[in-house]
């Protein structure tokens, strides 16, 4: 198994182009999230899913947009980069909210704005 | 905002001696869980404990959770070399919703 694989590993971007950090998973896992880590901070919930079709906003959602059309896709959109969104991103899955199983992480996509 | 809190930030110790990390939290959760990030990689999931468990074991690694207290324990015992990573903790909430919220960490070295 793959487990999840996040797209690409390291983006350059300049500050207004928008961008897709692309997230699969082949668990079949129903949960799926994006997290934002910078120094300091810890991880923070972006955004998340529960199934597909179905989406909600974390502790950090402003100037990101989340789809999920398929249980296995979770991308995440960056609107209009901006300097701030400079950061590592994670996506990470679960079944059953995690309960007896814990989260499988991505390797994490590393966005410099510029 | 973070939920848990990891202490101590940073601990270095030497290969074969105990390491301890202490984690709290402010609301009631559904479960605790344990992550190892190495340098530069993912987060591991290492351990998880229940609301309703005191205490867990899975091989070296022994984590304790007092709901009372709002804390929780990681215990690694006879550290190696290959320990050294950050250590967080997360917690489930019981909101209904499946998200984890994550402290800051805490960075272990072990030396040889």
């Known amino acids: 198994n793959a487990g999840v694989t996040q797209t690409p590993k390291f983006q350059v971007l300049k500050t207004g182009q928008s961008m897709t950090l692309q997230c699969a998973q082949d668990m079949n896992h129903e949960y799926m999230s994006w997290y934002r880590q910078d120094p300091g901070m810890g991880l923070r919930l972006i955004h998340y899913?529960?199934?597909?079709?179905?989406?909600d906003q974390g502790e950090v959602p402003n100037g990101y947009n989340v789809s999920r059309s398929t249980t296995e896709d979770f991308p995440l959109r960056l609107l209009s980069a901006a300097p701030s969104q400079t950061s590592v991103y994670f996506c990470?899955?679960?079944?059953?909210?995690?309960?007896?199983?814990?989260?499988?992480f991505g390797s994490g996509t590393r966005l410099t704005v510029v | 905002s973070q939920q848990g809190e990891e202490d101590p930030q940073a601990l270095s110790i030497q290969e074969g001696e105990n390491a301890t990390m202490n984690c709290s939290y402010k609301t009631s959760i559904n479960n605790l869980q344990w992550y190892r990030q190495n340098s530069g990689r993912g987060l591991v999931h290492l351990i998880l404990?229940?609301?309703?468990?005191r205490e867990k074991h899975s091989g070296r690694l022994r984590v304790t959770l007092d709901t009372s207290k709002k804390s929780s324990s990681l215990l690694i015992t006879a550290s190696r070399a290959a320990d050294t990573a950050s250590y967080f903790c997360a917690t489930e909430g019981g909101a209904g919703y499946s998200t984890l919220t994550f402290g800051k960490g805490t960075m272990l070295l072990v030396s040889p």
């Open positions: 899913s529960v199934g597909a079709g179905i989406t």
């Open positions: 404990i229940r609301s309703n468990e």
């Open positions: 990470a899955s679960s079944s059953q909210g995690g309960f007896n199983y814990g989260y499988t």
